[in-house]
Protein backbone atom coordinates (compact mmCIF):
# COMPACT_ATOMS: atom_id res chain seq x y z
CA UNK A 1 0.00 0.00 0.00
CA UNK A 2 1.35 3.35 -0.64
CA UNK A 3 1.92 5.60 2.17
CA UNK A 4 -0.94 8.25 2.37
CA UNK A 5 -1.11 11.59 3.41
CA UNK A 6 -2.77 12.23 6.77
CA UNK A 7 -3.84 15.15 8.65
CA UNK A 8 -3.84 16.11 12.49
CA UNK A 9 -5.52 19.46 13.55
CA UNK A 10 -1.80 20.97 13.07
CA UNK A 11 0.06 19.03 10.86
CA UNK A 12 -0.49 16.98 7.82
CA UNK A 13 1.60 13.99 7.53
CA UNK A 14 2.99 13.37 3.56
CA UNK A 15 5.65 10.93 2.06
CA UNK A 16 8.73 12.61 1.98
CA UNK A 17 10.44 13.80 -1.35
CA UNK A 18 13.89 14.51 -3.15
CA UNK A 19 12.95 17.99 -2.30
CA UNK A 20 13.26 17.79 1.48
CA UNK A 21 16.52 16.78 1.27
CA UNK A 22 18.03 20.39 2.09
CA UNK A 23 15.43 20.82 5.01
CA UNK A 24 15.77 16.96 6.38
CA UNK A 25 19.65 17.77 6.90
CA UNK A 26 19.51 20.84 8.11
CA UNK A 27 16.56 20.45 10.64
CA UNK A 28 17.59 17.14 12.10
CA UNK A 29 19.97 15.07 10.52
CA UNK A 30 22.93 17.10 10.50
CA UNK A 31 21.96 17.81 14.83
CA UNK A 32 24.11 15.00 17.06
CA UNK A 33 21.77 15.87 19.81
CA UNK A 34 18.66 14.53 17.64
CA UNK A 35 21.00 11.52 16.81
CA UNK A 36 21.89 10.98 20.14
CA UNK A 37 19.35 8.17 20.71
CA UNK A 38 18.46 7.19 17.15
CA UNK A 39 19.75 4.02 15.88
CA UNK A 40 21.26 5.95 12.79
CA UNK A 41 24.14 8.46 13.19
CA UNK A 42 23.66 12.77 12.20
CA UNK A 43 24.88 13.36 8.64
CA UNK A 44 27.82 15.73 8.13
CA UNK A 45 27.46 15.63 4.70
CA UNK A 46 24.67 16.82 2.34
CA UNK A 47 24.79 13.22 0.13
CA UNK A 48 24.42 11.40 2.98
CA UNK A 49 21.49 12.97 3.37
CA UNK A 50 20.18 12.83 -0.16
CA UNK A 51 20.55 9.23 -0.18
CA UNK A 52 18.29 8.25 2.71
CA UNK A 53 15.75 10.84 1.83
CA UNK A 54 16.33 8.65 -2.03
CA UNK A 55 15.54 5.16 0.42
CA UNK A 56 12.74 6.48 1.88
CA UNK A 57 11.26 7.48 -1.58
CA UNK A 58 12.06 4.14 -3.02
CA UNK A 59 9.94 2.37 -0.04
CA UNK A 60 6.73 4.73 -0.42
CA UNK A 61 5.00 2.03 -1.94
CA UNK A 62 5.93 -0.88 0.58
CA UNK A 63 3.63 -2.76 2.72
CA UNK A 64 5.98 -3.28 5.67
CA UNK A 65 7.33 0.66 5.60
CA UNK A 66 4.99 4.16 6.51
CA UNK A 67 7.24 6.69 6.79
CA UNK A 68 5.67 10.46 6.67
CA UNK A 69 7.74 13.89 6.94
CA UNK A 70 5.80 16.08 9.48
CA UNK A 71 4.92 19.72 8.20
CA UNK A 72 3.25 22.48 10.06
CA UNK A 73 0.06 23.44 8.58
CA UNK A 74 0.48 26.79 9.78
CA UNK A 75 4.20 27.63 8.35
CA UNK A 76 4.31 24.98 5.87
CA UNK A 77 8.03 23.57 7.40
CA UNK A 78 8.99 20.10 7.70
CA UNK A 79 9.75 19.82 11.10
CA UNK A 80 10.58 15.91 11.46
CA UNK A 81 9.28 12.56 10.37
CA UNK A 82 7.56 9.46 11.96
CA UNK A 83 7.19 5.79 10.54
CA UNK A 84 5.66 2.74 11.69
CA UNK A 85 7.29 -0.55 10.15
CA UNK A 86 8.13 -3.98 10.10
CA UNK A 87 10.37 -4.63 12.69
CA UNK A 88 11.66 -8.28 11.87
CA UNK A 89 13.31 -8.67 15.00
CA UNK A 90 9.57 -8.87 16.92
CA UNK A 91 7.61 -9.94 13.59
CA UNK A 92 5.83 -6.55 14.72
CA UNK A 93 5.10 -3.18 13.57
CA UNK A 94 7.27 -0.55 15.47
CA UNK A 95 6.58 3.13 15.92
CA UNK A 96 9.30 5.85 15.71
CA UNK A 97 10.07 9.36 15.59
CA UNK A 98 12.38 12.62 15.87
CA UNK A 99 11.86 15.81 15.41
CA UNK A 100 14.23 18.75 14.79
CA UNK A 101 15.09 20.90 17.94
CA UNK A 102 13.00 24.06 17.15
CA UNK A 103 9.57 21.63 17.54
CA UNK A 104 10.60 20.10 20.76
CA UNK A 105 7.87 19.76 23.43
CA UNK A 106 5.38 21.51 21.52
CA UNK A 107 3.40 17.93 21.61
CA UNK A 108 4.11 17.29 17.37
CA UNK A 109 5.29 13.60 17.97
CA UNK A 110 2.22 12.59 20.16
CA UNK A 111 -0.22 14.57 17.80
CA UNK A 112 1.28 12.93 14.54
CA UNK A 113 1.53 9.49 16.09
CA UNK A 114 -2.09 9.10 17.23
CA UNK A 115 -2.96 9.61 13.57
CA UNK A 116 -0.30 6.87 12.45
CA UNK A 117 -1.98 4.46 14.94
CA UNK A 118 -5.50 5.50 14.25
CA UNK A 119 -3.89 4.70 10.09
CA UNK A 120 -1.90 1.03 11.59
CA UNK A 121 -5.62 0.06 13.07
CA UNK A 122 -7.72 0.92 10.72
CA UNK A 123 -6.28 0.46 6.80
CA UNK A 124 -3.15 -2.46 8.18
CA UNK A 125 -5.12 -3.66 10.99
CA UNK A 126 -2.83 -3.93 13.38
CA UNK A 127 -3.63 -4.85 16.48
CA UNK A 128 -0.36 -5.01 18.87
CA UNK A 129 2.48 -2.20 17.98
CA UNK A 130 6.04 -1.68 19.35
CA UNK A 131 7.78 1.44 20.84
CA UNK A 132 11.13 1.29 22.52
CA UNK A 133 13.19 4.36 23.60
CA UNK A 134 16.70 4.66 25.35
CA UNK A 135 15.92 5.44 29.53
CA UNK A 136 17.67 8.55 29.79
CA UNK A 137 14.96 10.25 26.64
CA UNK A 138 12.08 10.98 28.52
CA UNK A 139 10.90 13.01 25.90
CA UNK A 140 10.39 9.83 23.82
CA UNK A 141 8.99 7.48 26.89
CA UNK A 142 6.28 10.57 27.77
CA UNK A 143 5.12 10.57 23.69
CA UNK A 144 4.46 6.53 24.43
CA UNK A 145 2.84 6.61 27.79
CA UNK A 146 0.90 9.60 26.07
CA UNK A 147 0.17 7.37 23.25
CA UNK A 148 -1.03 4.74 25.40
CA UNK A 149 1.80 2.10 25.35
CA UNK A 150 2.41 -0.13 28.26
CA UNK A 151 6.06 -1.07 29.87
CA UNK A 152 7.48 -4.28 28.97
CA UNK A 153 10.96 -4.81 30.27
CA UNK A 154 14.18 -3.16 30.17
CA UNK A 155 16.27 -3.94 27.00
CA UNK A 156 19.23 -2.99 25.19
CA UNK A 157 19.08 -0.15 23.11
CA UNK A 158 21.03 0.94 20.36
CA UNK A 159 22.16 4.19 19.01
CA UNK A 160 24.67 4.94 16.03
CA UNK A 161 24.46 2.01 14.28
CA UNK A 162 24.91 0.30 17.25
CA UNK A 163 28.25 1.60 18.29
CA UNK A 164 26.36 2.58 21.32
CA UNK A 165 24.51 0.61 23.36
CA UNK A 166 22.05 2.47 26.19
CA UNK A 167 19.59 1.32 28.62
CA UNK A 168 16.28 1.09 26.95
CA UNK A 169 12.48 0.30 27.17
CA UNK A 170 10.10 -1.53 25.27
CA UNK A 171 6.42 -0.65 25.86
CA UNK A 172 3.46 -2.25 23.41
CA UNK A 173 0.43 -0.56 22.36
CA UNK A 174 -2.82 -2.80 22.14
CA UNK A 175 -5.15 -1.38 19.72
Known amino acids: ?3 PILDTK ?3 LRPLCMDDAERVFSCWENDPDVAKYMFW ?8 TK ?3 EWEVSKIVSDDWYRWGFVEKETGLLIGTGLIYLEEEY ?9 GKEAWGKGYATEAMKETIKFAKEKLELREIVGR ?7 SENVLKK ?6 KDISYE ?6 IMEGKEYILKI
Open 91 to 99: GKFEIGYNL
Open 133 to 139: HAKENTG
Open 147 to 152: LGFEYV
Open 41 to 48: VSHDDINK
Open 159 to 164: CNHGKV
Open 1 to 3: MKT
Open 10 to 12: RLI
Open 51 to 53: SWV
